[in-house]
């Protein structure tokens, strides 16, 4: 089953922080700067979290992960936007892994 998860970092050094960029964009969409919304399987998420414990630097830098739910359920409404227009989150089909 997928869920749907707000992911925020929060990196204290450029090269991290631009690695921790590509990483997660290649798992999902930006939606805020150092934050995205990503559509993941179990197995994706583990994936996920093993790649950016080897990006990050513990110490110095944090990564939220937030479970909005399954997509099935109110996960594609769990999160919405004031202000100008962004990328829409509901056509989204899942996770793109480069």
Same mark, same amino acid.
């Given at each position: ?5 707000? =992911? ?26 150092? !934050?995205? @919304? ?13 790649? !950016? ?9 944090? &990564?939220?992960? !937030?479970?909005? /739910? ?8 769990? &999160?919405?936007? !004031?202000?100008?227009? /962004? ?8 996770? &793109? =892994? @480069?």
């Amino acid at each position: 089953m997928r869920h749907r998860w707000l =992911i925020a970092y929060d990196v204290s050094e450029a090269k991290r922080l631009r690695r921790m960029h590509r990483l997660l964009d290649g798992y999902g969409d930006g939606v805020q700067y150092s !934050v995205f @919304i990503c559509d993941l399987t179990d197995v994706e998420l583990q994936l996920l979290r093993e790649q !950016v414990l080897q990006v990050m630097h513990q110490a110095e830098d944090r &990564v939220m992960f !937030v479970d909005l /739910g399954p997509m099935s359920g109110r996960a594609p409404h769990a &999160v919405s936007f !004031v202000g100008r227009e /962004g990328i829409s989150l509901r056509d989204k089909p899942g996770a &793109v =892994i @480069i």
